[in-house]
């Protein structure tokens, strides 16, 4: 087989998918967009091609060898955004985890790294694609090279060959830079020749075939004012020429043969996917790692099977764990338990905890302390089968997530193999995964891997426990964490009751309403068609009703969400597209996914609380998640409707701190003036916009509170001057000079920017109020880019951290006063900064007072906390 060289300009590529898809990040913050668009180009390529060999070129600085020649080379360029600059070093992790060589020399240009090696290739007959988004590269166009340019966004790509670029630019490879001497570039700041455009350009390069015999032949240029203007700038064409030029012999230090590419290892491919959660890419990687297949070798376990449990079992310091095959433990069926302590190890089948009353009593004992894994699974399992469980010491699960947050996996074989306990199996090893995944035959294996897990929680309670001393983070697991799990675990239990047949009419007026949006669509278009298919849509919208192309991709127009804002104003039927768009989703996403997980016997939603994902310490809630329900559209909001109490004449209440966030920046940055706003109850963003404009309340205009309130928010979660052009709409300079004003008019949160930053790279990681901690490996990185992402990391995690605190530290008050003056109201949801609860009318001024003094006064502030309290018939009504 011939080899096959493929070639990409790394920095093009990476620009044009960070341009082209919405800022995206992590779990951990982290900016990926550039790379997941990126990545997605490199699997289709990989996919598509089979290349035998790959390469991929990368700028190496600011200066290169041109600017000896011409100063303001490339001048005039906005500063690469730090969204984009931040994931250059991920994008270099990635090629390693492919086993594609990258490469970039000191003054020398990705293009000439590309020019050189191509030329190289070309010599040993070998067939070469260039990848980038640069038109400059087409002077290397060839019978054995291909150029693909991305024309939008990284999807839709042109090759060009010596036929196709003669036919699409009329010149031909030789004459690509005399076309770029001639007519200049203002992305390169190349200045050719002042009022010569790429069509003059092209019939000069016609009539004379290079710019050499054009200045030959000057006299032979029709029209005095082109030659004037040909004679005039003769320096600056040639200069040009010189500029644009690939240099096709550069100093590199590689050559064609040593970017060989064998492939890669799936496994490696598959972490780097799951660290950056590319979830959706993880399908087009094949199978797992060969070890992953193997058995582990383990010591030899004893335990007891018992069927009859007694009193003389329990120690008082037991280790506990119910096992379930998937993470669902509200729908899952119990597999078996086990309990370890220092007397044995025991399985225990789930109908022998279900018959008996002194299993019942040990767990309900508050005496008798349990070591457990997840207490809010226990808690709600235990609720399945009537039971409840006090007296939780210690949860594994809580405690790897305090101790490093950054981890992926908190399970008990991965936390074990982390705290050097190697003597258990991976829980694919004995069910498998994927499609193949299920309960093994071999009963003896499940209770032995039980049993194994269970010891692990006996054995590393002690380990783990000194970690969170020497931490200072005990008190952080057994007053906030463990209690909270043990409240959230009875609000998933409790759930919230949904009005099935409301969401059911909700449905029913959605598609009626998406019925009037159609036939309003196929009015204005002249015509019916699929709404729902680009194919059909594309051409109705650049073709006939002739609006202008914003992108293409391969199969045609693009008529993503984005293009169709760009074209807002321009035709009555975009705006009746974007709203029947964000219909169909609320009625397949959010009315059919609802009532897809209402409990049938009682007409209940038990959402899961995820209290061990962010490392911020926020909480997040899946199957269904609450918090993505969207409210921004009035039909959206209406989804809320749906959630109604559980009893006749009860009320829904929804309690939401006012700008936590920002209370608590106020707090931690000790600025007088901001927590001056708040101890007198002005509006902050109102205030925000007299300081950094320097005008009255009344000079205030609802344009300048909403920047004032996109820079408040921003400045909370480390905004840049790209972040805040792109919100507002306004230029990066602009956007820059804003956020200097805000930082100049409260000097305290500039000062907390420098001193929470430096505190970071003295010891490595920072810490909440309550103590919650966020490592930070990049803080004192010598990679600009690294180390500003953690730098901004340092700034938010506090603020976002102490936040999610209060919000705790208020549901675990307001649950003990609840049962301690015996009130029948429930806590019911936490979403973002709210709470939600059920109260019988005659106790709704009660507890609306309760929850406002609880929520309030969680935690001591320098500023007051306020909490707006609203109730009603649901959860809409509470809004």
Do not use: C
Not at 296 to 308: F, K, N, P, Q, R
Not at 633 to 661: H, T
């Amino acid at each position: 087989m011939a080899n096959k060289l493929i070639l990409i300009d790394g920095n093009s590529i990476a620009y044009r998918a960070f341009f082209a898809l919405p800022l995206l990040n992590n779990d951990k913050g982290v900016f990926t967009n550039a790379v997941y668009g990126f990545t997605t180009m490199l699997l289709r390529m990989l996919e598509e091609e089979q290349p035998t060999h790959v390469l991929v070129a990368f700028d190496a600085g600011k200066t290169t060898f041109r600017h000896e020649t011409y100063k303001e080379y490339k001048g005039g360029r906005e500063k690469t955004p730090s969204e984009l600059s931040e994931q250059f070093p991920l994008l270099r992790e990635l090629l390693d985890a492919f086993q594609i060589k990258h490469y970039q020399l000191e003054k020398f240009e990705a293009d000439d790294i590309i020019g050189t090696i191509a030329n190289e290739a070309k010599d040993k007959n070998w067939q070469v694609k260039v990848i980038s988004g640069d038109k400059d590269l087409l002077q290397l166009v060839s019978k054995q090279v291909d150029v693909r340019l991305t024309k939008k966004g990284i999807s839709d790509v042109m090759t060009y060959t010596p036929e196709t670029l003669k036919e699409d630019m009329e010149v031909t490879a030789e004459q690509i830079i005399d076309l770029k001497a001639l007519m200049g570039d203002k992305s390169d700041n190349i200045p050719g020749v002042p009022g010569v455009g790429q069509k003059t350009a092209v019939k000069l390069l016609k009539q004379f075939e290079t710019i050499e015999n054009l200045y030959e032949h000057l006299e032979d240029v029709s029209g005095q004012k082109l030659k004037e203007k040909l004679a005039d700038n003769k320096d600056s064409a040639f200069m040009s020429k010189e500029l644009v030029t690939i240099n096709q012999s550069s100093p590199i230090k590689i050559s064609a043969e040593d970017t060989i590419y064998q492939g890669y290892q799936d496994q490696t491919v598959k972490d780097f996917f799951i660290d950056l959660g590319f979830q959706s890419l993880l399908n087009r990687i094949d199978g797992g790692s060969e070890e992953e297949a193997e058995q582990t070798e383990l010591a030899d376990i004893s335990y007891e099977v018992v069927t009859s449990i007694t009193e003389d079992l329990f120690t008082g310091r037991d280790a506990f764990e119910i096992e379930i095959l998937n993470e669902n433990y509200h729908t899952e069926k119990m597999l078996g338990a086990s309990l370890v302590n220092e007397k044995g190890s025991y399985f225990l089948p789930i109908d022998a905890l279900e018959e008996s009353d002194t299993f019942k009593d040990w767990a309900s004992d508050d005496s008798k302390k349990k070591y457990v894994f997840d207490a809010k699974k226990i808690k709600v399992l235990l609720n399945r089968i009537g039971m409840d469980i006090h007296g939780v010491a210690f949860d594994t699960l809580l405690a790897s997530y305090l101790i490093n947050p950054s981890e992926n996996n908190h399970d008990i074989p991965a936390i074990s193999h982390r705290f050097g306990e190697k003597d258990i199996r991976f829980d694919e090893e004995v069910y498998g995964k994927g499609a193949k995944k299920g309960v093994p035959d071999d009963e003896s294996a499940l209770q032995e891997h039980i049993v194994r897990k269970t010891t692990m929680l006996f054995r590393l309670k002690k380990q783990m426990q000194e970690s969170l001393q020497e931490n200072k983070q005990l008190e952080l697991l057994i007053d906030l964490e463990l209690p909270l799990a043990l409240v959230l675990g009875e609000m998933e239990a409790t759930g919230v009751k949904v009005d099935k047949q409301r969401l059911i009419d909700m449905g029913k007026e959605l598609k009626e309403t998406l019925s009037h949006l159609e036939k309003d669509i196929y009015e204005l278009a002249g015509k019916e068609f699929n709404i729902n298919s680009p194919k059909q849509l594309g051409p109705i919208l650049f073709e006939e009703l002739e609006l202008p192309v914003i992108k293409k991709t391969k199969t045609g127009y693009s008529t993503a969400a984005d293009v169709l804002e760009q074209l807002q104003g321009k035709h009555a039927i975009i705006d009746k597209l974007l709203h029947y768009r964000q219909l169909k989703k609320l009625d397949s996403t959010y009315i059919a996914g609802l009532l897809k997980v209402i409990h049938e016997d009682s007409n209940k939603i038990h959402t899961r609380f995820n209290q061990a994902l962010t490392q911020t310490g926020r909480l997040s809630s899946i199957d269904p998640n609450l918090q993505n329900i969207p409210i921004r559209i009035e039909e959206g909001r209406k989804i809320r409707q749906a959630f109604i109490p559980s009893k006749e004449g009860w009320k829904l209440i929804a309690a939401d701190y006012s700008q936590i966030e920002l209370r608590v920046l106020a707090h931690i940055a000790k600025d007088e003036k901001l927590q001056a706003a708040f101890k007198q109850d002005k509006d902050i963003h109102t205030q925000t916009a007299m300081d950094v404009f320097h005008v009255s309340e009344g000079e205030v205009t609802s344009n300048m509170r909403r920047q004032a309130k996109a820079v408040n928010f921003g400045i909370v979660y480390g905004i840049s001057d790209y972040g805040l052009s792109q919100s507002l709409g306004i230029t990066r300079k602009e956007a820059k000079s804003f956020i200097n004003r805000y930082l100049e008019s409260y000097p305290g949160v500039q000062e907390y920017m420098d001193e929470i930053v430096q505190e970071a790279k003295q010891q490595g990681y920072v810490t909440t109020i309550m103590n919650r901690r966020r490592y930070l490996p990049d803080i004192t990185s010598r990679n600009f880019n690294q180390r500003s992402f953690a730098e901004r990391t340092a700034m938010n995690t506090p603020i976002q951290g102490s936040a999610a605190d209060i919000i705790k530290l208020a549901m675990i008050e307001l649950d003990r006063r609840l049962k301690e003056d015996q009130y029948q109201a429930n806590l019911l949801l936490q979403v973002h900064d709210e709470l939600i609860l059920e109260v019988p009318e005659e106790e709704l001024d009660t507890i609306s007072n309760l929850v406002v003094e609880v929520m309030e006064q969680a935690l001591e502030l320098s500023v007051p906390l306020k909490v707006d309290v609203e109730y009603g018939d649901t959860w809409y009504d509470a809004k």
